[in-house]
Structures are given as C-alpha cells and as structure tokens.
C-alpha cells in the first residue's frame, strides 16, 4: 500500500508516528477537511501535471486554490495538462485521492522524473494538510515542513485563490 510507503520514507525523519488516518475518507478537499476538523482552505491537495518529457510536475496548493493556466505556462514555459489516473499512479505510485509528494517511486525525485513545488496559497496557514498515499490519511505539515519533507524544488505562483478576479 502507498501509505506504507509514504510511512516508510518518514521514518527517516522520526516523524512516521504523525501520520492521520481515518475511518472515513478524504479522498476530496472537502472530505478531507471533513475528517480532520478544519476549512478546506487548509486542505493541501497535490496536482500532478505532466512535463511533456515522460515525467511530471506535482503542485501542491491550498484546497481553495485553482491553478491559473496562465500563471502555470508563464512559471514553467508550457500549457499545464493533468495526469490521468493511470499516469499519476505510475509516477507517484499514489492513487487518486492519495496522491502526495511523500514517498514518491525510487530515484524519480533524485533524476527528475518528478519535480515537486509549493505553490504561495499555503504560506496563508501556520499549518496545512497533505495526504499520506492513501484516500483516507493526512499529516499536519508547516508551509516550511511540507517543502522539506516533500523535497520541492522551489515556491511557485501558479494559482487563483477563489476572492481574486479573473
């Protein structure tokens, strides 16, 4: 299961013994915010896009955050297209619902297959929620933590928050 893998991997940090998990699923921003008690703004969903190079490109951002195409092809050079199911599992080795930075499948980080960012809607939050590979887990996570742990590789603005104007 993802989540063991994700388990696995925060065992080199001490912190595996953080992991949430639920006897309902979060499989949604709203469901998530559901199962931990706090506004989906808070909930830190992970958007896999593919590179257009056979890799991808995972944003994570706030729950109540778009990604702005614009934005995206001025950040990164090309129009953003999200991963089908089937691709965001072979790259991530996470389902759908599960999807994270965590754990992600052995040297795709390291050779950049997948490249990871934070987008600037979760610098709002003192803390915010990622999943742990699973549709039913969660770990509260600092902006800061989140970038470590997840090992981005940058900040970006790439999103509309849903009070700004087209």
Avoid at 63 to 75: C, E, L, Q, T, Y
Wanted: with cysteine; charged share 25%.
């Amino acid at each position: 299961m993802a989540i063991e893998k994700v388990r696995e991997y925060f065992k080199k940090f001490g912190i595996e013994d953080r992991i949430l998990e639920f006897d309902v699923s979060s499989a949604t921003v709203e469901l998530a915010a559901l199962a931990v008690g706090v506004e989906g703004a808070r909930i830190c969903k992970t958007i896999s896009f593919g590179d257009g190079q056979g890799g991808c490109i995972l944003i994570q951002t706030a729950g109540d955050a778009k990604v702005n195409g614009g934005k995206f092809k001025r950040a990164f050079g090309f129009k953003g297209s999200m991963l089908s199911a089937d691709e965001a599992l072979r790259l991530t080795g996470h389902a759908v619902g599960g999807v994270c930075a965590f754990g992600l499948p052995e040297g795709f980080v390291e050779d950049g297959t997948v490249k990871v960012y934070c987008d600037e809607s979760l610098k709002r939050f003192e803390t915010v929620f990622p999943a742990c590979g699973s549709d039913n887990s969660a770990i509260e996570f600092t902006p800061e933590e989140l970038f470590k742990y997840s090992q981005a590789v940058g900040w970006v603005d790439v999103c509309k928050l849903p009070e700004q104007a087209e």
